[in-house]
């Protein structure tokens, strides 16, 4: 899995504990110290590689989740999208719902098909499957 925008390591953790080896991308480096504690707390060390670029990711990945602000989503759709394998799952949450117009569009012109929307109060989750 990537975890893009990996924060405290939430995602990752979660991703780790249910048998996934997981590339977490963080730029913040709080954040990266945050996760590290977190990732140690959880026993999911081995399992979670963090990096500080999304170049140091490597491989295509059967799940990327991108949970980060809607600006940040579009200016990386197309890497976002390159590292997805062809049967994977792309899943972008951390978007309120007058993000989706223009999150969802810039991805599907790159995936070629519209998302899931998925909300739950204020917040709401895109999530596009390989076929």
Sequence with gaps: M????SGSGILSIAAAQLGATVEAVEIDTQAIAHAERNLKASG???RVRQCA???EARGLFDFVVANILRP???SFATPLVERVERRGTLVLSGLVSTDVPQVSAAYARLVGARPEIYERDEWRALAWRGE
């Design 2 to 5: 990537l975890d893009f925008g």
């Design 72 to 74: 940040i989503l579009v």
């Design 44 to 46: 999911v060390t081995e």
């Design 53 to 55: 670029s999304l170049d």
